[in-house]
Protein backbone atom coordinates (compact mmCIF):
# COMPACT_ATOMS: atom_id res chain seq x y z
CA UNK A 1 0.00 0.00 0.00
CA UNK A 2 1.29 3.35 -0.84
CA UNK A 3 2.62 6.30 2.03
CA UNK A 4 0.16 8.54 0.51
CA UNK A 5 -3.02 6.34 0.57
CA UNK A 6 -2.14 5.41 4.38
CA UNK A 7 -1.57 9.17 5.14
CA UNK A 8 -5.70 9.67 3.62
CA UNK A 9 -6.70 7.01 5.12
CA UNK A 10 -5.67 7.92 8.74
CA UNK A 11 -6.79 11.64 8.29
CA UNK A 12 -10.35 10.32 7.10
CA UNK A 13 -10.46 8.38 10.17
CA UNK A 14 -9.07 10.92 12.49
CA UNK A 15 -11.69 13.74 10.76
CA UNK A 16 -14.45 11.02 11.16
CA UNK A 17 -13.72 10.35 14.81
CA UNK A 18 -14.11 14.06 15.72
CA UNK A 19 -17.25 14.27 13.78
CA UNK A 20 -18.73 10.81 15.49
CA UNK A 21 -17.55 12.79 18.97
CA UNK A 22 -19.05 16.01 18.60
CA UNK A 23 -21.93 14.11 17.31
CA UNK A 24 -22.80 12.05 20.44
CA UNK A 25 -21.38 14.66 22.48
CA UNK A 26 -24.91 16.68 20.93
CA UNK A 27 -27.04 13.59 21.26
CA UNK A 28 -26.14 12.40 24.56
CA UNK A 29 -25.17 15.98 26.04
CA UNK A 30 -22.10 14.52 27.56
CA UNK A 31 -18.93 15.67 26.60
CA UNK A 32 -16.45 13.90 29.17
CA UNK A 33 -18.59 10.12 28.57
CA UNK A 34 -17.10 10.73 24.53
CA UNK A 35 -13.68 11.62 25.22
CA UNK A 36 -12.38 8.02 24.37
CA UNK A 37 -13.73 9.34 21.06
CA UNK A 38 -11.80 12.65 20.59
CA UNK A 39 -8.84 10.90 21.84
CA UNK A 40 -8.58 8.29 19.11
CA UNK A 41 -8.92 11.00 16.33
CA UNK A 42 -6.48 13.30 17.91
CA UNK A 43 -3.66 10.08 18.26
CA UNK A 44 -5.16 9.16 14.77
CA UNK A 45 -4.04 12.53 13.64
CA UNK A 46 -0.79 12.74 15.48
CA UNK A 47 0.78 9.83 13.79
CA UNK A 48 -0.65 11.51 10.17
CA UNK A 49 1.27 14.08 11.11
CA UNK A 50 4.16 12.25 12.10
CA UNK A 51 4.44 10.06 9.09
CA UNK A 52 3.88 13.43 7.21
CA UNK A 53 6.60 15.12 8.53
CA UNK A 54 9.10 12.25 8.23
CA UNK A 55 8.28 11.45 5.13
CA UNK A 56 9.43 15.45 3.66
CA UNK A 57 12.60 14.86 5.66
Known sequence: MS???VNTILLSLAFV?????VHRSIQESD????????????MLYIVYHYR???QTE
Open 3 to 5: QKL
Open 17 to 21: AMVVG
Open 52 to 54: KKK
Open 31 to 42: IAGNYWIYMIGF
